[in-house]
């Protein structure tokens, strides 16, 4: 999920108009409010599921390792950018889904 950045050009000249640009990474990734909400939902998911884990586990994170979301630094690593999950725990959870539907059924 690439998200873009409305910027304001021009101003100087007069002449204001509004450019899509690509957001920075750092702009690209959940906020700690979006986190927070997604993991209560996802808490309460895996509650309602009786706390069932995958069997596909290993897979989930096998996919993970080789996407581009996965963050490999700092703040990020081992973290999925587009969710802001740790894959490795979330991996494990039955009921949770990647968010860009590219893990094994
Ligand atoms: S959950 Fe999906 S989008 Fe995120 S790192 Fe894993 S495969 Fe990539």
Sequence with gaps: MRQNKI???GARSGIIK????DAPE?????????????FAVAAARFAASGFKLSDHADERV??????????TDGNWKNRCKLCGCFMKVKAKIKSET???R???K
């Excluded at 509004?18 to 640009?21: H, M, P, S």
């Excluded at 096998?62 to 963050?71: I, K, P, R």
């Design 7 to 9: 910027v304001t050009v």
């Design 18 to 21: 509004e450019q899509i640009v």
């Design 26 to 38: 750092e702009e690209q990734t959940p906020k700690a409010r979006e986190m927070a909400a997604s």
């Design 62 to 71: 096998a996919v993970c390792e080789s996407c581009e979301h996965m963050g």
């Design 98 to 100: 990647c968010p860009d």
């Design 102 to 104: 590219r893990w094994p």
